[in-house]
């Protein structure tokens, strides 16, 4: 059981910059991969980024790609999401989500077993 809860969220403006956290739970944390996915209002919850349990293997959206950096600190138990020049259209929940198959770095939503509660991150124009 992986228990994970985001912070970092906020109000900022265009150009702008967040860094999210992700802290989890529990000593097996540097065995998963973690992902990043965004969910706006009335939309689905899509990908951002993901980083398999070494760091070795990272992706990204084609919309995340360049402006937001995906990192762990195994030692704290913790996956970060640095998002720079942010856009309105990043506005959305932020989730963290944990993969029990530590070895890949997934964009699939149904390859998560574990979600965190969602941070709101809100850019405005």
């Known amino acids: 059981q992986v228990q994970l809860v985001e912070s970092g969220g906020g109000l900022v403006q265009a150009g702008g910059s967040l860094r999210l956290s992700c802290a989890a739970s529990?000593?097996?944390?540097?065995?998963?991969?973690m992902g990043w996915f965004r969910q706006a209002r009335g939309k689905e919850r899509d990908f951002v980024a993901a980083?398999?349990?070494?760091?070795?293997?990272?992706v990204y959206a084609d919309s995340a790609k360049g402006r937001f950096t995906i990192s762990r600190d195994n030692a704290k138990n913790t996956v970060y999401l640095q998002m720079n020049s942010l856009k309105p259209e990043d506005t959305a929940v932020y989730y963290c989500a944990a993969d029990s198959a530590g070895w890949r770095a997934g964009a699939n939503r149904g390859f998560y077993d574990y979600w965190g509660q969602g941070t709101q991150v809100t850019v405005s124009s």
């Open positions: 529990g000593r097996t944390f540097s065995s998963y991969a």
């Open positions: 980083i398999n349990r070494s760091g070795s293997n990272i």
